[in-house]
C-alpha cells in the first residue's frame, strides 16, 4: 500500500507564489520518477513538471522560468516551488509517482489533488 499526501495549495493573488508538497509513504523499495500536473475546469489533464531520482528535470514550457521541482529522497517527498503564478495557472494539482515495492512489484500512484486558484 503507498499514498501520495499532497499539501499547500491555496488561494494566491497574480504575480504571487506558492509552494506545493507531496510526501509518499508505504512499503516502498524506490521512487523512480516524481512529477506534477494539473486539471483546469473543462479541460483535460496536463503534464506541468517531473524529477528523476537522478534528478533530471521536464518542465512543461508554460511553466518553464517559474516553476521548480525538487525532491528530497530521504523524505520521499517532492516540491513544486510556483513563482509569478497567473491566472491561468488555477486548477487541481496532482502530485504523481512511479515506486517500486517492496517485494517486487512497482505501479504508478496519484495524490488526492490540491486545489490552487490565481485571482485577484
Known amino acids: 500500500q503507498v499514498q501520495l499526501v499532497e499539501s499547500g495549495g491555496g488561494l494566491v493573488q497574480p504575480g504571487g507564489s506558492l509552494r506545493l508538497s507531496c510526501a509518499a509513504s508505504?512499503?516502498?523499495?524506490?521512487?523512480?520518477?516524481m512529477g506534477w500536473y494539473r486539471q483546469a475546469p473543462g479541460k483535460q489533464r496536463e503534464l506541468v513538471t517531473t524529477i528523476t531520482d537522478g534528478g533530471s528535470t521536464i518542465y512543461a514550457d508554460s511553466v518553464k522560468g517559474r516553476f521548480t521541482i525538487s525532491r528530497d529522497n530521504a523524505k520521499n517527498t517532492v516540491y513544486l516551488q510556483m513563482n509569478s503564478l497567473k491566472p491561468e495557472d488555477t486548477a487541481v494539482y496532482y502530485c504523481?509517482?512511479?515506486?517500486?515495492?517492496?517485494?517486487?512489484?512497482?505501479?504508478?500512484?496519484w495524490g488526492q489533488g490540491t486545489q490552487v486558484t490565481v485571482s485577484s
Open positions: 504523481n509517482a512511479y515506486i517500486g515495492i517492496l517485494g517486487g512489484s512497482s505501479g504508478r500512484y
Open positions: 508505504g512499503s516502498i523499495s524506490s521512487i523512480y520518477v
